[in-house]
């Protein structure tokens, strides 16, 4: 079987918070041999003559302080368009400093409170990525998120916290593509989650079903 060439992006020395060289083997690990990783860093990777290479883009970028430019943003909202899919996890919605690509992910991070113990529950939706998932605990960020409501978005899993549950991972259309976004993942123990691992496969290998046109 074919391995699915997979474009894995983040930071390293100018990432904020969230280094990608701390979780990127166990990123590799966890999608296993169905995926051909390339690991890459920043935002310069963000032009469509790259990305097209590639059937599955996966955000681990931190940068937050930073806006991507004029051509990584036409870059990544055209290889979705154009049936790209892209695995947003945590930090990697930090490319929200473009209003076009906080409208491609379908959601705005607006803060966090303090990193504790949450547990994460499956809503209700009956979506094919939620199949044979389990609910799970893990020591995370509560990344809170104003949802955009012109984006056509299925709420796959919430969180409890300070007696509300909030959205921590969705999913969406986009033109022939697909993006999937997984809040856990501020560090190398939640990644360890056997139960979230799980989690990151499915939506892997929901957004990555589709074929560049």
């Known amino acids: 079987m074919t391995s699915i060439p ?8 100018d990432a904020p918070y969230h280094p990608l060289r701390a979780v990127q083997e166990r990123f590799i690990d966890i999608l296993g041999p169905s995926y051909e990783v390339t690991a890459a860093e920043g935002t310069s990777h963000l032009q469509l003559e ?32 154009s049936g790209g899919g892209l695995l947003v996890v945590h930090n990697g919605i930090s490319v929200q400093g473009s209003p076009e690509l906080s ?16 547990p994460f529950a499956l809503t209700a939706s ?24 012109l984006a056509q978005i299925d709420v796959l899993l919430t969180y409890a916290h300070e007696g509300k549950d909030w959205p921590a991972a969705w999913v969406r259309p986009y033109g022939l593509g697909r993006v999937a976004y997984l809040a856990p993942g501020h560090h190398l123990p939640s990644f360890q989650s056997e139960a979230y691992a799980d989690w990151i496969r ?12």
Do not use: C, M
């Open 126 to 149: 009956g979506h094919p990525l939620t199949n044979g998932l389990a609910p799970f605990v893990i020591d995370e960020e509560p990344y809170r998120f104003e949802l955009d409501p």
């Open 50 to 81: 790259t990305l097209r290479l590639h059937q599955l883009v996966i955000s681990y970028l931190d940068v937050w302080k930073k806006v991507p430019a004029a051509a990584e943003v036409a870059g990544l909202l055209n290889y979705v368009a």
């Open 103 to 118: 409208q491609l992910i379908g959601a705005r991070f607006t803060g966090h409170p303090a990193y504790t113990t949450l």
């Open 202 to 213: 499915a939506a892997a290998q929901w957004a990555s079903s589709t074929s560049l046109a």
């Open 6 to 13: 997979t474009l894995l992006l983040g930071n390293n020395d």
